[in-house]
């Protein structure tokens, strides 16, 4: 019997019982605990359907957008020299290092009614904090560094040389973008893109000081959970994170989709049986 | 400097690295923009024409392969950028792999083949848009000996078949001097001198490219190359030199022979097997060294480096890609 290894297994997948599956496991229990109609019942309610949508819409708007915004960094980045790159380079990571709730406030400061564009946009009749526009930026702010992150170390292994032979073969900026380097970024833009999806499902802290939380309106998946609570409806609440938890499982099984799998990708894995020179280059060219 | 290379000639740019060569092939290509000085091709002037525009063919020192592509797709990226008809790029894609020997491995992924077979399918790539000149950025530099030996010839032979106008990069003067018809000498950002492989050897312009094109010993204050002194065993010999032999070393087919001549000067002479038999040499013989009838050194003085050195003699042709 290998103790050793017996107990780095045991340690580790209890580690993962006692943090994800016990607790993620018990609130699908009670979401379904007085049955699947009433379970049904509480996420097919007004309120609560607004609040998927809501989330979807975010999802649908904000992704692409860190998605362009990411690989743009990344490319900038990777492919050009230019004094400050190390200011750019940190400023992604920002997001990651504070608090969503600061970044919330710090967004309801400038473009809240009071904040320092706030009446200038208010003159033409544009809101953004406590509706629809605020969500979406302060998802977007939370998850802008990993599409960046993901494909910042791909494109500086991949190099530069793929890029100029396409190049010398006739290709312009765009086909070159198109065709070399996008597939070259795939894998690591697609696992990018899935964190970025996550991140935005699941943010919570920021967009509930930019939403106000208003029910029916703009309240996302998370902030309806949140306030189910509050309100003494954990039906509500618990069936609202089965939903969330559901979509977090799609995204991820998207990935797998989208993503390489074995057979797709022989191109990035080394080839463990790649030939040697043995072969003889005939010579007697016909 | 200024730099002609013929119409249909394979001219190899030769010299230690970081001497400039292959900063100078991708100006050529338009991967680099010189600060001053032009790039022409077939009379017209490329300086400012961009990389996708200039009709040239580049093959990378580590051939970059695009790795999510087949070999054939690799292959007929030129062509399916131009948009020419499936058919035509099909029959066109067919034809350079069954030149560069890869049919079988037309449906693999650069990873699954070996280095010779990589820089293969790299020329076939720059081929297929029918190059105006192929520009070879250190072609065998990262294969191994044997292979390279036999793409060297192959890549001759692939030469004298398609003769596209072929500029190469080497800094192994062994490799430039088989491949290439034509040398251009580069040192320190300096063309040296430019010729046929033999010319340069026999008449080095000055004492860096003889010393670079092969070994140098120095006899009487000259240069001279040590297979082209001849060793006696008696003093009969006109202008023969009295030497003291240091070292005998046999390296197979060569033998070298290191010695010592009057004010304490060393001098080494290269052999072959048959001649150091017949001399039964050994440490502490005495010799007596003299030039053979062929042995030219070089004149210096009449070649300063830098001097600005024209191209082609007259007797060739064409001047089709010129960088100045």
């Not at chain 2, 030219?296 to 191209?311: C, H, K």
Request: net charge neutral; with cysteine.
């Amino acid at each position: 019997m290998n103790w050793p290894r017996l107990t780095l297994r045991t340690g580790a997948l209890g580690y993962l019982a006692f943090l994800i599956v016990i607790p993620v496991g018990s609130v699908f229990y009670r979401a379904f605990q007085h049955g699947f109609a009433t379970a049904w019942d509480a996420i097919t309610t007004t309120d609560a359907l607004h609040a998927l949508w809501l989330t979807l819409l975010v999802v649908v708007i904000a992704v692409p957008l860190d998605t362009v915004f990411g690989v743009g960094v990344a490319l900038i980045l990777a492919r050009h020299r230019f004094p400050g790159a190390w200011l750019l380079d940190a400023l992604v990571d920002i997001p990651l290092a504070l608090s969503p709730v600061v970044v919330g406030l710090s967004l309801v400061l400038v473009y809240g009614h009071t904040g320092w564009f706030g009446n200038w946009l208010a003159a033409r009749g544009i809101t953004i904090i406590f509706s629809v526009p605020g969500i979406v930026m302060a998802s977007a702010v939370v998850a802008l560094p990993y599409v960046v992150r993901e494909v910042l170390p791909v494109l500086q292994e991949i190099g530069t040389d793929q890029e100029q032979a396409a190049r010398t073969l006739g290709a312009g900026p765009l086909t070159v973008f198109r065709r070399i380097t996008l597939p070259s970024i795939q894998r690591g833009l697609a696992y990018g893109m899935t964190l970025t999806t996550a991140r935005v499902l699941g943010e919570f802290g920021a967009v509930a000081i930019v939403s106000g939380s208003i029910i029916g309106r703009t309240q996302t998946l998370t902030l309806f959970i949140s306030s189910s609570i509050d309100n003494l409806d954990p039906i509500g609440a618990f069936t609202g994170a089965v939903v969330l938890g559901l979509i977090a499982l799609g995204v991820l099984g998207l990935l797998g989709v989208v993503g390489p799998r074995e057979g797709r990708t022989k191109w990035l894995s080394k080839s463990p049986e790649s030939p040697s020179d043995s072969d003889p280059l005939s010579l007697s060219t016909g | 400097m200024t730099l002609e290379v013929p119409n249909g000639s394979l001219t190899a740019l030769l010299g230690p690295s970081g001497g400039g060569k292959s900063t100078l092939l991708r100006v050529i290509a338009g991967l680099e923009t010189p600060d001053t000085g032009t790039v022409e091709i077939d009379g017209e002037d490329l300086t400012g024409v961009p990389v996708r525009k200039r009709g040239i063919g580049f093959c990378f020192q580590h051939y970059a392969p695009f790795r999510h592509l087949t070999v054939r797709r690799n292959v007929a990226f030129g062509l399916e950028v131009r948009r020419l008809p499936k058919a035509a790029v099909r029959t066109k894609v067919d034809e350079l792999l069954d030149l560069v020997k890869l049919t079988a491995f037309a449906d693999r992924y650069p990873s699954q083949l070996s280095g010779g077979q990589r820089q293969r399918m790299a020329l076939a790539r720059a081929l297929a848009i029918e190059p105006r000149v192929l520009l070879l950025d250190e072609p065998f530099g990262a294969l191994d000996a044997q292979v390279r030996k036999q793409l060297r010839i192959w890549l001759r032979e692939l030469h004298s078949k398609i003769n596209v106008t072929t500029v190469l990069v080497t800094h192994d003067q062994e490799e430039a001097m088989e491949v290439a018809d034509r040398l251009a000498i580069i040192n320190d950002g300096r063309l040296e001198q430019v010729g046929a492989p033999a010319d340069i050897y026999d008449h080095p312009a000055n004492e860096f490219v003889l010393k670079f094109l092969g070994p140098a010993t120095e006899l009487d204050g000259a240069w001279v190359r040590p297979h082209d002194l001849v060793l006696h065993r008696s003093a009969e010999a006109p202008g023969a030199q009295q030497a003291t032999v240091e070292r005998v070393t046999h390296l197979g087919f060569e033998v070298r022979v290191d010695l010592r001549v009057a004010g304490d000067r060393e001098l080494w002479v290269q052999l072959n097997r048959g001649s150091a038999a017949e001399l039964h040499l050994s440490p502490g013989d005495a010799v007596w060294v003299s030039p053979s009838g062929t042995a030219v050194a070089p004149t210096p003085g009449t070649q300063t480096p830098g001097t600005p050195e024209r191209g082609p003699s007259s007797t060739e042709p064409t001047t089709p890609v010129a960088v100045g």
